[in-house]
């Protein structure tokens, strides 16, 4: 029988280590909406997320009152508009109106996000792909709830080089339309490469084509709760580090898992995925960068970050795997700097520079998350930064993504408010020198040879 | 749809005072509430209790007994909370 020991262990951490739940998130296949009237296509898309999605917000707060365990988010995501809209947009504003149809109905069953504005054009663009990219900066500065994503590469087809030069002058756009607001729109905007169809988290969240008509999908975290169980191990060995780690994350992840086939036996949707993450928040107490500090650094960014990530992130997947019976998403350590105050302190203190968080980003979950770089940054150069984080991803094979707020009339020195969750991030300086002729060759990077396995 | 059986944790933490146990209990039998186990310890001077309780036959659906439970902690200066004991199993056993 569980005894009060255990009992008090599991409620500290959800008091007092900021134990959460970050997100359900409700996959909807949006496929058998399409219709080549637009009108229609709208009314559809609108009713079948309204009818899928009506409970999802209460069920997500029953789940909270019963365990006592706080669930951050409940969210949507939908089939990649691009697909959905093909046969109904001939026009940027046509599909500008299907964003504005997501953004009603996020809004009337309660969700604060909702993701799947989004084109997977890794070896190539249709003339949808390419009109629901080109309205992404109508989209989003016009709709408050809706996300957009690209996945611009993959292992498997390579780097979609003109879409590359395309996103960097749409990501321009989309900070010059919300300039007013500090281009925040940026932050509901990210570009992929090797995009998991089943995604959890925002901005990047779509429900991808291989996936059922309605899923639940679940996003756990828990970076305090890990910092804490650290500093009783201090000064120990890896081998005690790693395996504190790996309980801590089976701790965490076994919430999650949890709250998943609650929420999938109430809603009667299936159990997708649980996402393995350690997402912060700008909360105290609440960041990946203070865990690397725990384990010896002084800063996020000091000689033996990346070494130090690649463990934490492996460990973590490692402890999370055995306590969900499936996995995916994006899964590892997320590293965006303006929602983890350890981060913003590194940037702060001179510790850390975009191209260490670059190296970062290949041994852990996602990319250069959340970036804030100065408003003049040339769209070129912007590409330049997306194409160096999609070969990484291609490479490796895994998921790397750029989500990037150049924020026009600000420079280094400067601070952007994103507020809420989202936090705030220092402008940081980006490598002057020109990539011009690099990005403006037209077509795309082959596959790596070690994508044919066949 | 409402779940079947299991059990429910509430767990009471607070400065130690003369009654906890007694009212918590009495809030217990009035909404018919079976208590199946408690344990208590006192930690850095708090008073900690747990208790195992079967809320399948409560007068009350589970949220309210939860909020009642929460206001009468704030009454006697504790702070009461109830949790499905599912979250607690799932954790710390495999």
């Known amino acids: 029988m569980i005894n009060i020991w255990e009992v008090k262990e599991t409620n500290t951490m959800i008091e007092q280590e900021n134990l959460d739940v970050r997100t359900i998130t409700l996959g909807i296949s949006l496929l058998d909406c399409i219709d080549s009237d637009l009108e229609q296509l709208n009314k559809n898309i609108y009713n079948k997320i309204t009818t899928v999605a009506k409970d999802l917000v209460a069920v997500g707060e029953k789940i909270e009152n019963e365990f006592a365990i706080p669930i951050v988010n409940k969210r949507i995501s939908v089939t990649p508009i691009a697909l959905v809209g093909g046969a109904a947009c001939k026009t940027l504003e046509d599909f500008a109106t299907i964003a504005d149809t997501l953004d009603a109905a996020a809004k009337a069953v309660g969700v604060n996000l909702i993701g799947g504005y989004s084109a997977l054009v890794s070896k190539g663009m249709t003339k949808a792909d390419e009109l629901l990219i080109r309205s992404i900066p109508t989209a989003l500065c016009r709709t408050e709830r809706v996300c957009s994503s690209v996945n611009l590469a993959s292992t498997k087809t390579g780097i979609n080089m003109d879409a590359v030069r395309l996103m960097g002058e749409i990501l321009l756009e989309v900070a010059e339309q919300s300039k007013d607001r500090d281009s925040v729109d940026c932050m509901k905007l990210v570009v992929f490469c090797n995009a998991p169809d089943d995604n959890p988290f925002m901005a990047g969240a779509f429900h991808g084509v291989t996936e059922a008509d309605a899923v639940i999908n679940v996003g756990v975290s828990g970076p305090g709760v890990v910092k804490t169980a650290l500093e009783k191990v201090r000064g120990e060995s890896f081998e005690v580090l790693c395996e504190t780690i790996k309980k801590t994350a089976f701790k965490v992840t076994r919430v999650g898992q949890l709250v998943a086939q609650e929420a999938s036996r109430m809603l009667n949707i299936p159990f997708g995925i649980i996402d393995l993450s350690l997402a912060p928040t700008p909360a105290i107490g609440d960041s990946v960068a203070d865990i690397l500090c725990e384990i010896g650094l002084e800063y996020a960014g000091a000689p033996g970050t990346t070494a130090a990530l690649a463990m934490l992130n492996d460990q973590v997947k490692k402890g999370g795997v055995m306590a969900s019976s499936y996995v995916g998403g994006l899964s590892g350590a997320f590293i965006p700097v303006s929602e983890d105050q350890g981060m913003i302190d590194s940037v702060q203190a001179g510790a850390i520079t975009l191209e260490k968080l670059e190296a970062m980003t290949c041994v852990c979950s996602v990319g250069l998350d959340m970036i804030a770089i100065p408003g003049d940054t040339k769209a070129t150069t912007i590409s330049g930064i997306i194409a160096d984080e999609m070969a990484l991803g291609m490479v490796n094979q895994k998921t790397t993504a750029a989500r990037l707020i150049p924020v026009i009339g600000k420079d280094v020195g400067d601070t952007v408010e994103f507020g809420g969750l989202f936090g705030y991030a220092p402008i940081m300086p980006v490598n002057k020198f020109s990539c011009d002729d690099f990005i403006n060759r037209k077509g795309r990077i082959p596959a790596p040879i070690h994508s044919f396995k066949n | ?94």
């Open chain 2, 1 to 94: 749809m409402e779940r079947v059986t299991d059990k429910t944790i509430i767990t009471v933490v607070g400065q130690d005072t003369v009654g906890i146990i007694a009212k918590v209990c009495t809030y217990l039998a009035e909404n018919q509430i079976n208590v199946l186990d408690i344990s208590q310890t006192i930690v850095q001077g708090y008073f900690n209790m747990m208790m195992i309780v079967d809320m399948n036959a409560a007068a009350k659906p589970f949220g309210d007994c939860s909020k009642d439970l929460e206001k009468l902690g704030e009454e006697i200066g504790v702070s009461i909370k109830c949790q499905r004991e599912e979250i607690f199993q799932k954790m710390h056993r495999i």
